[in-house]
């Protein structure tokens, strides 16, 4: 089924321990984002690109890094976990078409835990 | 910035009840809002959308229409189940310039009770 893949689904790391968590999407769209979601908080940006080899940070981009070589991948890097960074991570991507936004499409979530 | 504001939960309400969920808007320009829903143990969907003012964006029974003049979009329902139990998100991005953003609100848990 077409739509944004997520892997890992669960991961746990220790401090100091660095890891991807990968996005692939396969309808062909432009616009990428990464979100992490915290009880109470809410879904909190963290790091988003509109087209291949173009990334700008979010709300919260410390301690996470991104790059987008393909229109099809957007892997989120934890460069030292920190228990911090203990949350329930989603990727989704978008389109827009007549300069408007369409909706974003999510993917399942990276349960991430950090001890 | 932009913000969304939605109402705290839980919000607890019997089967067949009106449901109402209060969603208001700071942004500059006309942004596009939606409303999410994420299930138990589950991602996001896309519940329903609305790209400009006086646009009612509906599915599954949900509606909610986009009011620039008092920057809101409340999410409503006639009758909700058991089903709908959820956390629901009010969220904005710019429909130009400004795209590949989605700024949530803190999300309200509704639990439908039998």
């Known amino acids: 089924n077409a739509g944004v893949t997520q892997t890992p689904k669960f991961q746990v790391l220790k401090t100091g321990q660095s890891m991807t968590l990968q996005c692939a999407q396969d309808m062909n769209h432009e616009y990428m984002s990464w979100y992490r979601q915290d009880p109470g908080m809410g879904l909190r940006l963290i790091h988003y690109?509109?087209?291949?080899?173009?990334?700008d940070q979010g709300e919260v981009p410390n301690g996470y890094n991104v790059s987008r070589s393909t229109t099809e991948d957007f892997p989120l890097r934890l460069l030292s976990a920190a228990p911090s960074q203990t949350s329930v991570y989603f990727c989704?991507?978008?389109?827009?078409?007549?300069?408007?936004?369409?909706?974003?499409?999510f993917g399942s979530g990276t349960r991430l835990t950090v001890v | 910035g932009d913000s969304v504001t939605q109402m705290e939960g839980p919000v607890t309400l019997s089967e067949e009840a009106f449901l109402t969920i209060n969603c208001t808007y700071t942004a500059t320009g006309y942004p596009s809002l939606f409303w999410y829903v994420q299930y138990p143990g589950e991602g996001l969907q896309l519940l329903l959308k609305a790209t400009k003012a006086d646009d009612k964006g509906s599915n599954k029974g949900f509606e909610a229409t986009y009011r620039k003049e008092t920057t809101s979009f409340h999410l409503e329902k006639g009758s909700v189940q058991v089903s709908d139990s959820a956390v629901y998100f009010c969220a904005l991005t710019h429909g130009s310039g400004n795209t590949g953003k989605l700024i949530f609100g803190q999300g309200t848990t509704l639990q439908v009770k039998p």
């Open positions: 989704a991507s978008s389109y827009t078409r007549a300069g408007v936004e369409r909706g974003y499409t």
């Open positions: 690109s509109v087209g291949a080899g173009i990334t």
